[in-house]
């Protein structure tokens, strides 16, 4: 098994991915062997037995303890009796008022030379009440939670090739209670459903071939309790994406990343109408050594194929039909690495649009995405 993992880091990159590498490195997690992955297939957390990693977005959530952190630890000698993860702080579910914040646990063994499980448990819980201190008199109170369950497998077809698959079950609720007024609004959709599995062939010492398939049934449905009457909102979304593409080192300072990526959704809000996208796109991401410490990413998508409809009464005609090109932005990355250490950021758009403070006046973040890795020995 040794071997094997050896021989996926020397194809897919030495270096571990966070969640800012992804962005800036093409912005497919799918086309890269790295520790974002494991949120998605829990048995990637095997390749991973000792890592620190924190994850934030711009200096503000990096200053306010808005940023979440993960740990990697491997159990027994050579991490023969699995790998545990924790995630503390980090995002669990987003209902229409606010984001709650949990925690997730996780475990992967192997099983055999060809087989690894892994499985990710979340919770998370939200529970504030708010009190109007004006005269005007009203008070709100807001709970929510989520249960998340996340089992996975990665079957190990030679020394190079692999699968990965994973299912995961959210079992979430809300419910907002408004005292004056006596008005409530809860949740009437409770679970999302999603299915993930990638494909990684060899296809020389350097590179390799990826396909991901991803799937997600979302029902997020309201009931609202207002002046006596009840009215319930239908809010189901799906989606469906395929990734395809290579992930190649033609020289020792530079990794290469092309693929193309599919992804179609839709939103059903029931007699409302629905909304529906679809987009073919062509995506690519280097990473280049910089010298001895820095290093330097780029990723860019461009939409070959988009549409946009809307059977929704938004619409003027009730109807919409939209087809475009689109070219999203380039999503630039820096990286400082010294020992066991790592540091990646993503640079902010707004840096090349505003200028610098003391030149324009305007004020920009520096990084939209900030990440710190720290590697230490398994035990």
Do not use: C
């Not at 839709?266 to 991401?285: E, I, L």
């Amino acid at each position: 098994m040794r071997k094997i993992l050896g021989t996926l880091a020397l194809l897919l990159g030495v270096l571990s991915a966070t969640e800012t590498r992804v962005t800036t490195f093409g912005g497919v997690a799918d086309f890269l062997k790295d520790d974002a992955l494991a949120l998605k297939y829990p048995s990637q957390i095997l390749s991973f037995p000792g890592y620190l990693v924190l994850e934030a977005y711009d200096e503000a959530t990096l200053t306010s303890g808005n940023a979440y952190l993960k740990g990697y630890f491997g159990l027994g000698e050579n991490h023969s009796k699995g790998v545990f993860g924790v995630y503390l702080n980090i995002p669990v579910y987003t209902y229409p008022y606010r984001t709650i914040k949990g925690f997730m646990l996780s475990y992967g063994k192997y099983l055999g030379e060809k087989l690894g499980l892994g499985l990710n448990f979340g919770f998370g819980n939200y529970s504030r009440t708010y009190e109007d201190t004006t005269g005007a008199g009203f008070k709100n109170k807001e709970s929510a939670n989520i249960i998340s369950l996340n089992p996975g497998i990665t079957f190990y077809l030679s020394e190079t090739d692999f699968i990965d698959a994973a299912f995961k079950f959210n079992i979430h609720s809300f419910d907002v209670k408004s005292a004056t007024p006596r008005d409530t609004t809860k949740a009437k959709g409770t679970s999302d459903i999603s299915f993930d599995a990638r494909y990684m062939r060899s296809l020389s010492e350097y590179t390799s071939f990826v396909v991901g398939f991803h799937f997600l049934s979302s029902d997020n449905s309201i009931e609202e309790r207002a002046g006596g009457q009840t009215v319930e909102y239908t809010d189901k979304f799906s989606s469906f994406g395929l990734n395809i593409g290579i992930n190649t080192q033609p020289i020792d300072v530079l990794n290469f990343i092309l693929g193309f990526q599919i992804v179609n959704t839709s939103n059903d809000y029931g007699d409302a109408g629905k909304q529906g996208r679809f987009s073919f796109g062509a995506v690519t991401g280097l990473e280049a050594d910089l010298g001895k410490y820095f290093l330097l990413r780029l990723a860019a998508r461009k939409d070959l194929w988009g549409s946009y409809t809307d059977d929704y009464f938004s619409s003027p005609t009730g109807k919409l039909s939209v087809t475009s090109q689109d070219l999203l932005p380039l999503a630039l990355g820096f990286a400082y690495k010294r020992g066991n250490l790592r540091v990646d950021a993503q640079a902010s758009p707004d840096i090349f649009y505003n200028g610098p403070y003391f030149i324009t006046g305007r004020l920009s973040n520096f990084f939209t995405s900030i990440s710190i890795l720290y590697s230490f020995s398994s035990y």
